[in-house]
């Protein structure tokens, strides 16, 4: 089956450390994105990519990195800049650009800093 | 800035009652409009879309939406809804080319 698989599920990290969020997908799409989902205000970009070896800022990039390296990957990094990390983060790929608007979603990866 | 607004955060509604969710976006000369249904801990999936055409979409489980210019909205209704239904939907809207931009999303709650 074709999909976007994201791991881990749940991932529990402490104040001051990095961590690396995966998303692996085969459905063969050119451009994947990260999204950012809080309670009440919908899902905000964090970064985007249209191509292998080339990435964009979304709208709330700061404390964030990402790569990639390969077209079916695009992990997305939290880093101990980012100073409120708790949240659900979700990876999303499409055909083409973000212009026709039709998103496949991973079921996200619950991140809860302690 | 362009942005898309869902009035209402939850709607609770009994079973096999009628529902209306919200959705107002910005004014723009060229506009694509979706709305998209989270299931608890899982991702987006996209429910129905209007890129052009007939202003009334509709979807797979009886969902429909119809794109309104003049009142810039694109209210999303069901005659009938399921305990299957709850959900959180999501109204998003792409602006003349522009990346998605996702309302703050409303959770709709069927009870029994």
């Known amino acids: 089956d074709g999909g976007i698989t994201q791991s881990p599920k749940y991932l529990f990290r402490k104040e001051g450390q990095n961590v690396t969020l995966s998303c692996e997908q085969n459905l063969n799409h050119d451009a994947m994105y990260w999204y950012r989902q809080d309670p009440g205000q919908g899902l905000r970009l964090i970064y985007y990519?249209?191509?292998?070896?080339?990435?964009q800022k979304g709208d709330i990039a700061e404390g964030y990195s990402v790569s990639r390296e390969k077209k079916e990957s695009f992990p997305l990094t939290v880093t101990s800049a980012q100073k409120n990390p708790t949240a659900f983060y979700l990876c999303a790929s499409s055909i083409v650009g973000l212009d026709t608007g039709e998103l496949f979603f991973g079921e996200g990866s619950r991140l809860t800093v302690l | 800035a362009q942005s898309v607004t869902q009035l209402d955060s939850q709607v609770p509604v009994f079973e096999e009652a009628p529902v209306e969710l919200r959705c107002n976006y910005s004014?723009?000369?060229?506009?694509?409009l979706f709305w998209y249904v989270q299931y608890p801990n899982q991702g987006l999936q996209l429910l129905l879309k209007y890129l052009s055409g007939s202003t009334l979409v509709e979807s797979i489980n009886g969902f429909e939406a119809e794109f309104n210019k003049s009142q810039t909205s694109f209210h999303l209704r069901k005659p009938s809804v399921h305990i299957s239904d709850t959900a959180e939907y999501f109204c998003?809207?792409?602006?003349?080319?522009?990346?998605?931009?996702f309302g703050g999303g409303t959770r709709l709650m069927v009870k029994p």
């Open positions: 990519s249209q191509i292998v070896n080339d990435f």
């Open positions: 998003a809207a792409v602006f003349a080319g522009n990346m998605l931009t």
């Open positions: 004014s723009s000369v060229s506009v694509y």
